[in-house]
């Protein structure tokens, strides 16, 4: 099946620095990449969804200069959430689709944690 | 606009008993629907999904879920509940251009032996 990884699993920062996630398709051609956030407890909400060579597309509400989304290949993505505070700790899932349906393949997500 | 509602946050069965999870949503145009299985700590993963082929979807796991138009329900079946079986259960929607997924708010599955 499809596999996608993201990287790094887990991050504890500073408040002020900037963090960057990857997200990869490791077998497949990911045509548009999906970045979600999730707090404990709480469902997954999209942030953004990014394709190959545009720009992202951001959702009502997410500060595109904060969370800069990068899709330079058709398999990596990168999420870099800039000056981070203490409420931009949550639970980062990136998800990749290969453009041949509907589906959606899920990274194993990413634990960021700002002091 | 597409929206899905999960009935029941949280599901407690014990171990061998039905699980029956609780999806309605709401579409203007023919759904996509899928539902994800989420583990702590980790991403989603898919246990099935409807294309609008055959009403009665089986996954992984020894999951289906059964699509009803009439009822607008999309409710997740499994006969005899596993000890592993106990995760966050996410019903999802494609939205209205196809292009992304809009998510219930899950249901946690508690089981007990």
């Known amino acids: 099946g499809a596999v996608v990884s993201q990287h790094p699993s887990w991050v504890i920062c500073k408040s002020g620095t900037s963090v960057k996630i990857e997200c990869r398709s490791l077998d497949f051609q990911a045509t548009t990449m999906f970045w979600y956030r999730q707090f404990p407890k709480q469902s997954l909400m999209l942030m953004a969804t990014s394709n190959e060579g545009s720009k992202a597309t951001y959702e009502q509400g997410v500060e595109k200069d904060k969370f800069l989304i990068n899709h330079a290949s058709l398999t990596l993505s990168t999420l870099t959430v800039t000056s981070a505070h203490p409420e931009d700790s949550s639970f980062y899932i990136c998800?990749?689709?290969?453009?041949?349906?509907?589906?959606?393949?899920f990274g194993p997500g990413t634990r960021l944690t700002v002091l | 606009a597409q929206s899905v509602t999960q009935l029941g946050s949280h599901v407690s069965v014990s171990e061998g008993a039905l699980v029956l999870l609780r999806c309605n949503y709401s579409s203007s145009v023919p759904p996509y629907l899928f539902w994800y299985v989420q583990y702590p700590n980790q991403g989603l993963q898919l246990l099935l999904k409807?294309?609008?082929?055959?009403?009665l979807v089986k996954g992984i796991n020894g999951f289906e879920a059964e699509f009803k138009k009439s009822e607008t329900s999309f409710h997740l079946t499994k006969p005899s509940a596993h000890m592993s079986d106990a995760a966050e259960y996410f019903c999802?929607?494609?939205?209205?251009?196809?292009?992304?997924?809009?998510f219930g708010k899950g249901t946690t599955l508690s089981v007990s032996s």
């Open positions: 998800s990749a689709s290969g453009g041949s349906g509907h589906e959606q393949f």
């Open positions: 999802a929607v494609t939205n209205q251009a196809g292009t992304a997924l809009i």
């Open positions: 409807y294309t609008s082929a055959a009403t």
